[in-house]
């Protein structure tokens, strides 16, 4: 709110008049005068015949009535509550908020009004909807004089000037009173839109205050932000794929073609006998770098996307790294060949192990890794440790902050726990169905 409207009414007054924000938030006053008088006319029915005494609560129709009338309310209040919710809450239909959410996919309308029927009965918003229903009527009360100030006070300068010509007093001059009338009607309409924003801007803290409406607006944002890190996700991901495609069929099968051609040639070669061993030579170096290249563009493969993630999952790719790891490794894989997690969650895993295996190697200067990966309540477990000498720390460019974004990306959390001397400790733990967790929970307890 304070980058939105009050913002603009601390600005200078062209910039604020010239905005669309006055007219904002007069249509805030007036929906709130409106509101507040359906309250303040429920409130009235339900407390005013009881104590004129025109219902006695000693008899069973009074009884029932006033029954009635406590529900009418109650329901009313929670009502209004919404409304007023929904109003200051960030979305298209705020008349506050500078900055709406980006639209999310579309609900049914019976998902929306099944949604909108259920919120004031979680978390004590009913209790919540029905303070500020009592909170929000000597704000309504003023929003609702404020909306009507530029034509009464339109109509009290025009009946002051009739009164004027009529008496005849213009002649011999104005009175005091009289001059004081019109001014005191034109200084009120020309501030009408500041009294209507700062009403506007009470209005949005009473909300925010009694019903939680920042907590709200800020998880949808949140909600928002991961929803769209899990969707460029997924199109990387898919990209990926798509890259590892192409090249284990286009180059990689050229190259393979490539050396089956060279090698017909050598045995050609050989057939000839001494004068064609130059020859021969030059053909078998050729096998030779062709084979390295395939070994590296194999390996590009395997870094891009394995094939083998794709087709039998987390466990087989993990084997196969292990296979061709250069340190020992004990490794314990308790994960399920059936039912895999989503294909974003084992990418993530993947990678994550794979560049931890790596770190090892390359800066560790460790002997041996332990290695564990376990599903269980839907979370995936990753661990691993190195007998290294420790003092790994994140960078902002570096792999592991890398790592951090990764599993962030996917709502997991990344830890690692590296003092100088070692072990070297990294846990990770990512959802098989990302869910929210509290912003800046994504990497934490490290210790470089």
């Known amino acids: 709110m304070d980058d939105g409207l009050g913002a603009a009414l601390r600005g200078g007054p062209r910039d604020y008049l010239r905005s669309s924000w006055p007219w904002r938030a007069w249509g805030w006053c007036a929906q709130a005068g409106v509101a507040g008088g359906i309250v303040y006319g429920l409130g009235a029915a339900v407390v005013v015949p009881v104590a004129s005494g025109t219902w006695r609560l000693t008899t069973i129709g009074g009884v029932l009535l006033e029954a009635l009338m406590l529900l009418l309310f109650t329901v009313t209040a929670m009502l209004i509550g919404a409304w007023q919710r929904q109003l200051a809450r960030v979305g298209r239909s705020t008349v506050l908020s500078r900055y709406p959410l980006p639209p999310g996919p579309a609900a049914a309308t019976g998902r929306r009004l099944s949604r909108a029927l259920r919120a ?8 919540r909807d029905l303070i500020y229903a009592v909170a929000f009527l000597p704000l309504a009360a003023a929003a609702a004089l404020a909306a009507l100030i530029p034509p009464f006070s339109v109509l009290a300068g025009l009946a002051g000037i009739g009164q004027l010509l009529a008496s005849g007093r213009i002649e011999s001059g104005p009175d005091l009173a009289d001059v004081a009338g019109v001014a005191g009607a034109a200084v009120v309409t020309l501030g009408a839109p500041w009294i209507w924003g700062w009403l506007a801007l009470a209005g949005y803290r009473l909300a925010e205050g009694v019903m939680g409406v920042g907590a709200t607006r800020a998880a949808e944002r949140e909600q928002a932000w991961r929803a769209s890190r899990r969707r460029l996700s997924s199109a990387f991901e898919a990209e990926r794929r798509r890259i590892e495609r192409d090249l284990h069929d286009g180059p990689q099968q050229r190259i393979l073609a490539q050396m089956l051609t060279l090698g017909l040639a050598a045995d050609e070669l050989r057939a000839l006998g001494e004068p064609a061993a130059g020859a021969l030579d030059l053909v078998e170096r050729a096998r030779r770098e062709n084979g390295a290249v395939l070994a590296e563009l194999r390996d590009l493969v395997r870094a891009i996307h394995p094939q083998v993630l794709t087709d039998r999952g987390l466990a087989a790719a993990l084997a196969e790294v292990l296979s061709r790891f250069p340190l020992r490794v004990e490794s314990r894989l308790e994960y399920p060949q059936q039912n895999r ?12 192990v794979l560049e931890a295996l790596s770190n090892a190697v390359k800066h560790a200067r460790c002997r041996s890794v ?10 995936l477990h990753l661990l691993v440790v190195d007998d290294g000498i420790g003092g790994a720390t994140v960078r902002p460019e570096g792999g592991l902050a890398g790592l951090a974004d990764r599993v962030a990306a996917v709502a997991g959390r990344l830890r690692i726990d590296s003092p100088p001397g070692g072990p ?3 846990r990770a733990d990512i959802p098989c169905q990302p869910r929210l967790i509290p912003p800046g929970r994504q990497l934490e307890d490290i210790d470089g």
């Open 120 to 127: 004031p009965f979680r978390r004590g918003a009913l209790v």
């Open 341 to 352: 997690p989503d294909p974003l969650v084992e990418s993530t895993a993947y990678f994550v």
């Open 370 to 379: 332990e290695l564990d990966v376990r599903l269980t309540d839907d979370v």
């Open 424 to 426: 070297t400790v990294l």
